[in-house]
Every structure is written in structure tokens, then in C-alpha cells.
């Protein structure tokens, strides 16, 4: 290969690495990292509470969507914005990894609290 031929081949490598390093717009009302670990760890609680309340999973399901729309709401999320936060996340997994890992501390230290309590 001659030197024209490297050439190209190092505009094509920059342009690649220039086009992978574009910074990325973030959606709008996109939750940072903070407020995802909360509204995860809400989600969860009450995902369990309703689990654990034996009832049939047709009846799981009618009480637990409208739960997890009002607590999007309590956020001033709507239900479109909270799932363009679900896919946000879900496509950075990277990112998720350390939600994920924050919601289990966070109920990890609730519960140990719960458990030396008197």
C-alpha cells in the first residue's frame, strides 16, 4: 500500500473515532442518576408489597401499573417520559449497571436500619 492508502485509511479511522466521541443529546425530562436509584427503589418496594400480597397476577398487574404512573407523577414524569427513561437506561447498560447497583445498597441499608430498630 502506498502512502495515498494510508491516507484514507487514517481519515476513515478518525472519522470513526470522531463520530463514536459525538456527544450524544440527552432526552429531554431524563432522570439523572440520583433520581433513577429513587424512583427504582420505589418501583421495587412496591412491586414486593404487591407481590407478597397473594393476590391473582391479573389483579397484581391492574394495582401496580397505576401505582408506578402515580409514582412517575410525584416525580412530574408522564407515562411516555418514564419510558423513555427505562429505554435510556436500558441501552446503557454501563449506566444501569451502577443504578442497579445503587438501588440494591439503598435496600440493603433500609433493611439492615429495619432490623436494628427495636
Keep these: 500500500m502506498d502512502f495515498s ?6 481519515f476513515i479511522v478518525v472519522f470513526a473515532l470522531l ?5 450524544e443529546k ?8 440520583e433520581q433513577m436509584v429513587s ?19 391479573d389483579s ?8 408506578e404512573d402515580s409514582l412517575a407523577a410525584k416525580r412530574g414524569l408522564n407515562d411516555s417520559t418514564l419510558k423513555v427513561n427505562y ?12 443504578i442497579l447497583d445503587a438501588v440494591i445498597d439503598t435496600l ?4 439492615q436500619r429495619m432490623k436494628n430498630q427495636p
Design 108 to 111: 440493603n441499608l433500609r433493611e
Design 87 to 98: 429505554q435510556y437506561y436500558l441501552q446503557r447498560p454501563g449506566e444501569l449497571e451502577a
Design 19 to 23: 463520530t463514536q466521541c459525538k456527544q
Design 39 to 57: 424512583l427504582m427503589v420505589d418501583v421495587y418496594l412496591a412491586e414486593a408489597k404487591i407481590t407478597n400480597s397473594q393476590l391473582p397476577r
Design 5 to 10: 492508502g494510508w491516507k484514507i485509511i487514517a
Design 26 to 33: 440527552r432526552p429531554e425530562g431524563l432522570l439523572n442518576k
Design 60 to 67: 397484581v398487574l391492574k394495582l401496580f401499573y397505576p401505582y
